[in-house]
């Protein structure tokens, strides 16, 4: 695979940069029935550094553990110049065999343990201390605090869960960053609420938000994007295809997380984007890939290949050249809202 030179941007008022395309380990680990043998995963995490990608995210969650060690054996020993996130908030309980098994198993092959969730001091540090084991590394860049709203655990659970970040979770982990153990801190979540409650909290560095900032959705640019760049906070833009209908699939991501069949208000928008596409012989799949970095708080966007091959089709769309005009159009269309910032400068 042939190496590109990714540019790169500055991570909140940190000194850490991370390329502007980077790898998700969801999908590695066998996410939405995907069967994603061992050397698969890993030689898709190989075939991305050395396309030149430099930002890698994973987490206990995906595959029980099972996408943290294949990643880091993919990363060991290439780690350098390379910028990693893995997430607190869940740990993992061993399981004597799958008939043990609580927590309904949502992974292809995983492995045999089960979640936890602890947004505690003790519980963060738990969980820093057992990614690191799995993803046999000595440090990660990045953590985040996974998957804690409202629409995760409901309005009990989460108050419960937020007490609990609030009073010791966010401690933990501002004492991994001032102790130098990870170099930025965040969230990485679905929900935009979520993200504009928790400056309530602290100061956060870098927020990763998964499938809410893309073609179809840019309901963070209302409220959370202006917070973010009043305190300094970086955003990943994760999902730049919503779950896969913008690559060519029926699969959208709302903001619960429960990826679904794209429901017909779904459908007839991307059916609006792709005519534009048509028009301008442009794949949805480039102009979705390259829409989100024109927004200057994004600092990277998120993608998840299963297979080498799937990575070389989302290189090729990132390097796909994409006329002005097409975004005019975009704009003229009312095909994204008033306000979004476009590719090619211009302001819808």
Not at 49 to 73: K, N, Q, V
Request: include cysteine; hydrophobic fraction near 40%.
């Amino acid at each position: 695979m042939t190496a590109s030179a990714f540019r790169k941007r500055r991570v909140g008022r940190t000194d850490l940069e991370m390329t502007e395309l980077g790898l998700g380990g969801a999908t590695l680990a066998g996410m939405m029935g995907n069967e994603v043998p061992d050397d698969q995963a890993r030689a898709t995490v190989t075939a991305a550094l050395d396309a030149g990608i430099g930002y890698y995210d994973t987490a206990p969650h995906y595959g029980d553990g099972r996408s943290e060690r294949l990643m880091g054996d993919a990363l060991r020993y290439r780690q350098d110049g390379v910028a990693i996130s893995t997430k607190v908030g869940r740990l993992l309980r061993p399981l004597r065999s799958e008939a043990d098994r609580t927590v309904p198993r949502g992974w292809t092959y995983p492995f045999p343990f089960e979640i936890k969730y602890d947004y505690t001091y003790d519980g963060v540090m738990r969980s820093y201390e057992a990614s690191l084991q799995r993803l046999g590394l000595g440090h990660v860049e990045i953590l985040l605090v996974h998957d804690i709203g409202v629409q995760s655990h409901g309005e009990e659970g989460n108050k419960k869960h937020w007490a609990d970040l609030a009073s010791g979770g966010y401690k933990a982990l501002e004492e991994l960053r001032r102790n130098g153990d990870a170099k930025a801190i965040g969230l990485g979540v679905n929900e935009v609420p979520a993200l504009v409650q928790s400056f309530d909290i602290g100061n956060w560095d870098v927020f990763l938000i998964a499938n809410r900032y893309n073609l179809i959705e840019q309901s963070p640019l209302e409220t959370l994007f202006p917070l973010c760049k009043a305190h300094g906070t970086s955003v990943i833009a994760a999902g730049p295809f919503a779950a896969g209908i913008l690559a060519g699939t029926d699969v959208w991501g709302p903001s619960n997380g429960a990826y679904q069949k794209a429901p017909p208000h779904i459908v007839e928008k991307v059916s609006g984007l792709r005519a534009v596409c048509d028009e301008f012989n442009i794949p949805l799949g480039a102009a979705a890939l390259q829409f989100g970095l024109a927004d200057d708080v994004v600092v990277s966007v998120l993608t998840g290949p299963k297979s080498p091959a799937e990575l070389e089709g989302i290189l090729k769309w990132w390097n796909t050249s994409i006329p002005a005009a097409f975004w005019d159009a975009l704009a003229d269309k009312k095909l994204v809202v008033a306000g979004t910032p476009l590719p090619n400068g211009r302001v819808a």
